[in-house]
């Protein structure tokens, strides 16, 4: 067990440099923007790519630490993002950007984060195994929280020497980290073997049964499915807009770098406070969690249209700051969210699904927001296209909330029914209730 909590520390300083720099994106594209004098749609790709790429590549980084390991998978991670950043720090080619910052950078976090929390789990389990994951995850929104020292850097160094500095810390803190990072084999079968052996020939009956690809298409002829991952789309373009862009909006504002990367740290601070909210509250709400995402993505929606209105530094910060708790919230519970979706039996699928919208949500957004700002000279349309979308999703979600509910009910009734007629006794000559 004391391993398991130097293992859960390692994972907190992982999530703080790697997503630190990756969700802290909009002071790289103001950098980007100035030096490769582009439009706004192409410097904000990179940041949308590298995103993407570290939820889309969920599935298969998944099976790449169950064949090779864990500490190993991670050592990649560590590998692709230092030197996706030391390349892009020499590059000339905002094109050639999206591959070395987008691809090979987003893809190094995806490498550390997943194998990072099986690792975690070797150690964990249940509600302790929540909390701790939890934890770690609250690192990514301390690294949010670093915007200005990461500012200081592009300020003191320029944006590229800062990415060389990056580069090397994210390889001399990591490989440490990487090192911590092993799983107990011996506790790994312990859980195993914890499992009842009805659960264990249950699900291994159910895949020799049922082939992936059956899986995941009856996962898309399911009707409250289809209609909630359009929802994770739409979110995530809106979503993706507060991680990319929004440095720029500010900048637009007549906000120094310097109140920028404030600005943005009070979001990381808002960040840790939704994070840690719905990690421990959502338990003691009287909602359902979908009504409570619900909820939460029309808050979302309240914030983000009173950032055109807010003419004040005093009320940007309160919005922005609101913004970021309500997001953190979103991010915290978005697999919960995809789990609850989808059908109980196909939990896995859906949740791996969910992360391919997400990533495509992300992926289009700079085509959506900052190609209306390139267009007309302004983010305000944008905004409130982003609006639209958080209601949008609302609106989608709770269609499918609604139709899971009357569904579980009709099912409810016909068991009644069927429980009703099989307890009432029978003549077996005539077929008739006696």
């Known amino acids: 067990m004391n391993w398991g909590y130097l293992v859960v520390m390692s994972g907190f300083i992982m999530y703080t440099l790697f997503y630190g720099v990756l969700y802290n994106y909009n002071l790289l594209n103001i950098e980007f923007k100035h030096h490769f004098n582009a439009s706004a749609t192409r410097t904000a790709l990179p940041g949308s790519i590298a995103i993407m ?9 998944t099976y790449i630490y169950q064949v ?44 550390m984060h997943l194998p990072f929390v099986g690792v975690t789990s070797c150690y964990f389990k249940g509600r302790y195994l929540t909390r701790v994951l ?16 990461i500012e200081w850097l592009y300020r003191r160094y320029s944006w590229r020497v800062a990415l060389r500095i990056i580069a090397v810390l994210l390889t001399v803190i990591g490989l440490p ?4 990072a092993t799983g107990n084999r011996s506790q790994e079968e312990e859980h195993i073997n914890e499992d009842s052996k009805d659960t264990k020939t249950v699900v291994e009956k159910s895949r020799k049964q049922t082939s992936s690809l059956f899986r995941y298409m009856t996962l898309m002829r399911t009707f409250n499915y289809i209609i909630s991952m359009p929802a994770f789309l739409l979110m995530s373009v809106s979503v993706a807009f507060s991680y ?24 990381g601070a808002g960040d840790i406070v939704g994070r840690l909210s719905i990690s421990f509250g959502s338990m003691h709400v009287p909602l359902s969690l979908t009504v409570q995402y619900i909820l939460v993505i029309i808050t979302t929606a ?27 919230i979103l991010f915290a519970a978005v697999v919960s969210a995809a789990i609850d ?24 957004a700079p085509y959506v927001t900052d190609n209306i700002y390139d267009k007309t000279g302004s983010y305000k349309l944008g905004i409130f296209v982003c609006v639209g979308t958080y209601i949008l999703a609302a609106a989608l ?26 307890s009432v006794p029978m003549d077996e000559t005539t077929e008739q209730p006696v």
Not at 55 to 61: D, K, P, R
Not at 177 to 180: I, S
Not at 341 to 364: D, H, R
């Open 53 to 61: 790429s570290s939820g889309v590549s969920a599935s298969v980084v």
């Open 68 to 111: 090779i390991g864990h500490r190993k998978t991670i050592c990649i991670g560590v590998a692709l993002s230092s030197l996706g950043l030391l390349a892009t720090s020499f590059l000339h080619d905002i094109q050639v950007v999206c591959i070395t910052y987008g691809v090979m950078f987003g893809l190094g976090c995806a490498f």
């Open 134 to 149: 939890c934890f770690q995850f609250v690192g990514a929104s301390v690294g949010l929280s670093l915007a200005p020292c």
């Open 177 to 180: 980290c990487t090192a911590v």
């Open 244 to 267: 990319i862009s929004l440095g720029i909006y500010l900048e637009n504002a007549s906000l120094n770098t310097s109140s920028i990367s404030l600005i943005l740290s009070l979001m």
């Open 302 to 328: 309240g914030f983000t249209v009173a950032i055109p209105f807010s003419t004040t530094r005093a009320s940007l910060i309160a919005v922005l700051t609101g913004l970021g708790m309500t997001r953190g």
């Open 341 to 364: 979706v989808a059908p109980t039996a196909l939990s896995a699928e859906g949740l791996a699904m969910m992360y391919v919208f997400f990533g495509t949500g992300t992926f289009l």
């Open 397 to 422: 979600f709770t269609i499918g909330h609604i139709y899971k509910r009357y569904t579980n009910r009709s099912n409810m009734h016909n068991e009644l029914i069927e429980t009703k007629f099989e």
